[in-house]
């Protein structure tokens, strides 16, 4: 934000400005990182470093909420996944999921040990399984 690049966190570190990073959150790649950006750019970095600093450590915590990428190789007892999946409308009616969104799908879905919660994306998920062909079924 100084105009200078950034060394940490490191998910900044690529970016020439604070420009960059606003206009790549804006981006479907990197959508990701866009409440953190309006977060700063509503309330400033020393608002951001207060939240953090009351942030408990996830053993300790009732609720994380976490990217799938994240979530990779980590289970919890119980996993609510939400509605962020790009489900896709072909031209012939179906509902599909692309590769690497199915991948994702799975990772999503493996997390649970003993409950897990589909009911934002059930409704299409039940599409696309009703939609695919006999023996995928």
Same mark, same amino acid.
Request: glycine share 6%; hydrophobic share 40%; net charge neutral.
């Given at each position: ?55 408990? =450590? /996830?053993?300790? %915590? !009732? ?9 990779? #190789? &980590? ?43 589909? =009911? /934002?994306?059930? %409704? !299409? ?9 006999? #023996? &995928?079924?």
């Amino acid at each position: 934000m100084r105009g200078q690049r950034a060394h940490k966190p490191t998910s900044l570190t690529l970016f020439e400005s604070w420009r960059d990073v606003q206009e790549y959150a804006r981006s479907q790649a990197g959508r990701d990182l866009l409440p953190a950006v309006m977060l700063i750019d509503n309330h400033g970095t020393d608002y951001l470093r207060e939240l953090l600093a009351r942030v408990s =450590s /996830e053993r300790e %915590a !009732d609720y994380v909420v976490s990217t799938i990428h994240r979530a990779k #190789g &980590l289970e919890w007892d119980r996993v609510k996944v939400t509605g962020d999946f790009r489900f896709r409308a072909e031209d012939d009616g179906r509902t599909t999921l692309a590769d690497d969104e199915a991948r994702l799908a799975y990772v999503a879905f493996t997390r649970a040990r003993k409950l897990l919660d589909l =009911s /934002e994306v059930k %409704a !299409d998920l039940l599409k696309v399984f009703e939609d695919a062909p006999v #023996g &995928l079924r």
